[in-house]
């Protein structure tokens, strides 16, 4: 009995799961996926349909696990759909582009995405998940498609993001799962993977895990083996009473096990120092309030007198109705000409012209772009359907009758301008708060077939560098699932070896039966506080160096002190220790990139000079006999020799239909 459960006495809650730490149970399969969300369940899918033994291990339940767990309101990236008039060589070409001053794109994962996105998408609606406005609640609307009956978001005149009604799109996939036979092992966290002969850096041959109720081990053996846990997330910040707030749109359970594992294992990894501005544990639920961005793209907004705010489009010419907003390029624009609030508005807030607070107009929106907003696209997006839509409704918000404020003015809206956005930004969102990229940021370095830098080893959606977005996960899952079960035909049989096994085991239990005196929480906190401090907006070698040397020193001293009283507070723990992994992860990579990078967000304060032609490139990382190797590639690497020389090309070398 720890000192904490002597203190509280009876008070202590009986664990209501069978305690059997130690006990063992082994898993043999052909391809082992490792994350249960949107992209490890397309892989898992096609991986089956190839005829070969799927197995996904997940520590929540998969019916509703990951970032897409709560839903999808819109499926970009869809340019094979009917009405699409982009092709994905343009797409690649706009990205890659003038308007883009570095290429940190990796156009291989890009095109990929655009090539099967929409054949994705197709898939869901096979498995049960409205695609298109089979109601006909939308007859009319410019948005809408009367041949497919598909709906479009953001721009109108290149229909490739199509709005769907993807509340229930997990439950979707894990039927299809069932029904495939693909064998799920839920409430298991994954805790390493396990090369071949033992040896860091050899052929992936399965992996090691502990379930998070029971506490047992599991020992996975896999030809072929498929990383899916996406980015990690809560680095910087850790908040548990607001956690659901400060993580935008993703599973704040996230800690980053598949880059960690990928590390320790010997995989390249690259782009890890890429990062974001965080609004911290503080702002509003996603989408929670009045904004015209995104899910609110393109809404109207009104200053606290009701005076509209114009529109313009990328030449800063008024547009004069709602309709005109979204056939300008939409959200982004094409080359960075797509409609937008006037760009000066932070700097006519100073002067007066407008008066804060700001306000969402949607009863000034015409009736279907309002229901849309709100009703297609709130209803349905991720994070928003219980905690905005169900919530905001049943306590009295009516879009047709009330406007929502706006509760700071997002960048997207004003840009990091002018001196009233430069207090909001201070007030809201402390430069060392920092959040891993949401789409386009670090992870495994990845080739034409999804395939790491080990042998045996694949990765899809985010948990790939420069993978990203719901459409983008099911995408790469798809084709990795299909790549995986390929190699597999071709594998020699997978062989553990024991010692590799028996050291990973006398690691995951060692908190077990401690009498320490510190929580997985109190470690997590000082984790980030380290991050913080050492790894914020502006790194320098000696802070980055001395950031480095105290996550060494809390795994020499406080690990070592932590107590665990159950199954899931264990898991706690290892989830902590995979969070410390990440930041030195982190950390070497942001010192092995010497120059500032606007593109990458990273900014270096004894290497000021942005962008220098000769630092144009990726930055690799992997661990080596326990130093991290740096390397590098350079821009479009996935198009130099042997590769074919087009991206249509290489696709049809790889994709394996």
Known sequence: MSGYQE????????????????????????????????????????????????????????????????????????????????????????????????????????????????????????????????????????????????????????????????????????????????????????????????????????????????????????????????????????????????????????????????????????????????????????????????????????????????????????????????????????????????????????????????????PGMPEHERRAIFGLMVGNEGKTRMAVYDMYTRYGFDPDKDMLQANVLPPALAGRMGPWWDMKSALASAPQWRATAFIGGGGLLVDWDMKTTLEGLYAAGAQTAGGGGHAGAAATGRYAGRKAAAYIKEAGDPVIDRTQVDEEKTRVYAPVGRKGDIGWKELHGGIARIMQDYCGEYKSEGVLKRGLWWLNSIRESEAERVYVRNPHELARFLETMVRLTVGELIMNASLARQASSEPLDFWRLDYPEVDPPEWQRFVTIRLENGEAKVGERPFKFWLLPPNAPTYEENYRQHCGL
């Open 7 to 362: 203190l509280i006495g009876n008070h202590t809650l009986k664990w209501p799961y069978p305690v059997n730490y130690g006990k063992e149970t082994e898993v043999s399969t052909d391809v082992l996926i490792i994350g249960g969300g949107v992209a490890g369940c397309h892989a898992a899918i096609n991986a089956a349909k190839q005829g070969v033994k799927v197995a996904v291990v997940d520590k929540a339940s998969i019916y509703r696990s990951g970032s897409g767990g709560a839903g999808v309101d819109h499926w970009g990236g869809a340019l094979t759909n009917p009405r699409s008039r982009t092709t994905p060589e343009e797409s690649i070409e706009l990205a890659e582009g003038p308007f883009i001053p570095s290429d940190y794109s990796l156009g291989h994962i890009r095109y990929i995405t655009s090539k099967e996105s929409y054949d994705a998408l197709l898939d869901m609606e096979q498995m049960g998940m409205k695609i298109r406005d089979v109601d006909d609640e939308f007859v009319g609307a410019p948005f809408r498609d009367e041949e497919t009956r598909l709906m479009f978001a953001y721009d109108y005149d290149n229909p490739t993001c199509i709005r769907v009604m993807g509340s229930n799109v997990k439950p979707c996939l894990y039927n299809e799962l069932k029904r495939l036979g693909v064998e799920l092992r839920e409430h298991i966290m994954v805790t390493g993977l396990l090369n071949e002969g033992g040896k860091q850096g050899g052929r992936i041959v399965g992996a090691t895990g502990v379930n998070i109720r029971t506490g047992e081990f599991y020992i996975f053996k896999a030809k072929a083996t498929i990383l899916a846990t996406a980015q990690p997330l809560r680095i910087w910040i850790f908040n548990t009473e607001l956690v659901g707030s400060y993580v935008e749109h993703d599973d704040p359970n996230l800690a980053g096990d598949g880059d960690a594992m990928g590390w320790l294992a010997g995989a390249e990894l690259t782009m890890m120092e890429r990062s974001q501005d965080s609004s911290g544990p503080f702002r509003y639920p996603p989408y929670g309030t009045g904004n015209a961005s995104n899910t609110w793209f393109a809404c109207s907004m009104v200053d606290a007198d009701g005076k509209e705010i114009p529109w313009v489009d990328g030449n800063g010419n008024v547009l004069k109705t709602v309709e005109e907003r979204y056939h300008n390029g939409g959200e982004g624009g094409r080359r960075g000409n797509g409609a937008r609030l006037i760009p000066d508005l932070a700097e006519r807030i100073t002067k007066g012209e407008y008066k804060l607070p700001l306000y969402a107009d949607l």
